[in-house]
């Protein structure tokens, strides 16, 4: 059973500090993954793809990615209220098929 | 530029019946693929329509089917509806028969009694 793991939360972070949120994943061939944003009782938003080892950055957005230890993160800098959320990771499988974890319920203390 | 939009919005069935949800992709996008989301869950991938077929098909079994037109709009229909459906069921478009870079709708929550 390929899987996508988030820990569920909340996670708590001050106003203005770094948030991290991790996700890891079951298939090793996977190809690409990402990051969306569903604040409650909206849609999930993309925010961050990446699909190389390494970092890649948009904004105060840091998306990480070890494919050889099968685990990609979100950095959120400088935090915002606004930021409160839950933070899905998706994983396109080597099949094409897409993976959701259940998400990370992240809230940002004033 | 027009995003994803879905139809309706909310939905109430009672167990046995039939349902359609409808989709209208992102503007310039051509490919369709539907979520069930249940409470407290991220998405599940039910399946993807590119040139007016399924693409791809996530666990869901036979009585979820869907259709795509011409104009690339989708519909989902599930029969014999179970408790176990009531979900919000998203719709997400992106290009070119791809999973990356999709745009989600606002859902359709469905209800089943």
């Known amino acids: 059973q390929k899987e996508v793991e988030q820990n569920s939360g909340p996670l708590s972070v001050p106003e203005g500090a770094i948030a991290s949120l991790n996700c890891t994943y079951s298939d090793r061939g996977s190809q690409s993954f990402f990051w969306y944003r569903q604040y409650s009782g909206k849609s999930p938003e993309l925010i961050m793809f990446?699909?190389?080892?390494g970092d890649k950055e948009d904004g105060r957005f840091t998306a990480q990615l070890n494919k050889a230890s099968q685990y990609v993160s979100l950095l959120i800098r400088d935090s915002q209220p606004s930021d409160s959320a839950t933070y899905l990771c998706?994983?396109?499988?080597?099949?094409?098929?897409?993976?959701f974890g259940k998400g990370t319920r992240l809230h940002i203390l004033p | 530029d027009a995003g994803v939009t879905q139809s309706p919005t909310h939905l109430i069935k009672t167990r046995g019946q039939q349902v359609t949800l409808r989709c209208s992709p992102k503007s310039g996008h051509d490919t369709v693929s539907w979520y069930q989301q249940a409470l407290g869950q991220g998405p599940q991938f039910i399946f993807q329509?590119?040139?007016?077929?399924?693409?791809q098909r996530g666990n869901f079994p036979d009585r979820f089917s869907g259709h795509q037109f011409p104009n690339y709009s989708s519909e989902l229909n599930v029969n014999a509806l179970l408790l176990g459906d009531s979900a919000l069921y998203l719709c997400a478009s992106s290009l070119g028969g791809g999973l990356d870079e999709q745009y989600f709708g606002p859902g359709t929550r469905l209800t089943v009694t």
């Open positions: 329509y590119y040139e007016e077929e399924e693409r």
């Open positions: 990446i699909y190389s080892n």
């Open positions: 998706a994983v396109n499988l080597r099949d094409d098929k897409i993976i």
